[in-house]
Structure formats: C-alpha cells, structure tokens
C-alpha cells in the first residue's frame, strides 16, 4: 500500500483511485463512528449549516446535525457530541452532518475509491479495513485550515501501524506524522487531552469536557464505516 498524510484537507484534486481515511479526532469522525454503530443508516456532509437545513428538507426523516465553534447550531437536532448519538435517536436514520472541519474534510474526499471514517475509537478496526489498499490517503481535518495535534497524532499511529504490516510512507505529511505515533493507550489519551483544541472544549463545560475523554480512548469500537 502506498500511505500519505494530509495534515489539513488539500486542495488540489483528490487522487484518482485511492482511498480517504477522514480524522477528526475531536469530535466528528468519533461522532459519527458511534452514531453509524449505533444504526444511523447512513450520513450526508454537508459544507454549511444552510446546505445542511436544505439536504435535510430533500431527505424526509434527516436528522441535521453538527455544530460551529464546538456548540450545536440553532435549529439543528444534534450537535457534535458522541454522547447525543445513541440508538434510540439515530437508529435507521440519515444524518445530514455539517461540523466546522470534519464535515468539510469528508466533502474533501468526494472524489475518493471510498471514505473511511477513522478515530482513535476504532483505530484497529479502521487499520484493519484498510487491507488489501493499493494507495490511501489520510485526510486530516485540521481546525480552521491549521494543523489540529490530535489528529495528526491518529495518522502517526495509523502510519505506523500500516507500515509494521508492510505499507510505503510517501510524502512529507506521513514522515512528520509517523514522528509523532503514540506509543499505547496511555499515550494516546496524554496527548490527545493536552492538545490546544481539547483543551477549548474543555472550556465549554462538563459535557464536552467528558466528550474529550471518550475520544482520548483507544480501540472501544470494533468496526469501521464509510460515508
């Protein structure tokens, strides 16, 4: 496999044949990993919260869901939390998801073989549905264009993983990342909790200051999904 690392979401065309892998540690990609294994049937990205009102009125049933500035938008039925998506709200529902980065990284990617939505949450099962690739290319959502630690931390770790079972770091991004790879849980949960943007949620209260920890854990979902 040939693995690279886009530490914000490119520009230029996605790569032709390969497939996305979409981090956003905190929260999106965490987010919607719990609500797809919770039953949501399937989700929508959506670049604004005006694109997000609109799909919703073309999917009859949508939850629209996201937020700005880490707080739910007004008239959205769900925010941004892994918390709000159990499945007595997202069981066979759509979700027309519009987050401030991770929405956007997912769009980035529409051009990609498949979108793979990956987190610290499931990141052996992410690594493991990457077998048999040719070339895949880590999406990182980033915060507002910047660099964003915690998910370069998730392509350091996924970079070392693939590489240990025999894929190629190509390009810059991966070599910084696979610098940066947590060493084990304790590691991960460490770094991802003194991150700059773990640290403004935190900052938002008590919920969001949990939703941090649970993005901080390692391996507590067995399966990976695609969008």
Same mark, same amino acid.
């Given at each position: ?9 490119g ?20 987010s ?5 294994a ?6 929508l990205e ?15 049933? %949508?939850l629209?869901? /996201? +937020? =700005?500035?880490?707080?739910? &938008?007004?008239?959205?039925? *769900? !925010?941004?939390?892994?918390? #709000?998506?159990?499945a007595?709200?997202?069981a066979?529902r759509t ?19 498949r ?5 610290f ?6 690594? %493991?549905?990457?077998? /048999? +690739? =040719?070339?895949?290319?880590? &999406?990182?959502?980033?915060? *507002? !264009?910047?660099?964003?630690? #915690?998910?370069a ?5 996924l ?10 770091l190509?390009?810059?991004g991966a070599?910084?990342?696979r ?11 460490r ?6 943007h773990?640290?403004y949620?935190?900052?938002l ?13 390692l ?9």
């Open positions: 496999m040939q693995l690279s690392v886009e530490l914000i979401p520009r230029t065309p996605f790569p032709s044949g390969a497939t996305a892998v979409i981090v956003d540690v905190l929260r999106a990609t965490t919607l990993t719990v609500a797809l919770n039953g949501a049937r399937r989700v959506a670049a604004s919260p005006d694109e997000a009102f609109a799909r919703r009125d073309r999917e009859p049933g %949508a629209v869901c /996201g +937020e =700005r500035e880490g707080r739910k &938008v007004p008239g959205f039925d *769900l !925010g941004n939390s892994p918390s #709000e998506y159990g007595a709200v997202v066979g979700l027309v998801f519009a987050s401030t980065n991770g929405s956007l990284a997912i769009r980035r990617a529409a051009g990609a073989r979108r793979l939505l990956a987190a949450v499931n990141a052996s099962a992410a690594a %493991a549905s990457l077998a /048999g +690739e =040719r070339r895949a290319v880590i &999406v990182c959502a980033g915060k *507002l !264009g910047r660099f964003a630690l #915690e998910d931390l998730f392509a350091g770790w970079c070392a993983r693939l590489e240990h079972d025999g894929a190629r190509e390009g810059a070599t910084l990342a610098a940066l790879a947590p060493r084990d849980a304790d590691e991960v949960r770094l991802v909790e003194g991150a700059s773990a640290r949620l935190r900052s209260g008590p919920e969001a200051a949990a939703d941090v920890e649970f993005c901080s854990r391996d507590v979902i067995p399966r990976a999904f695609t969008v």
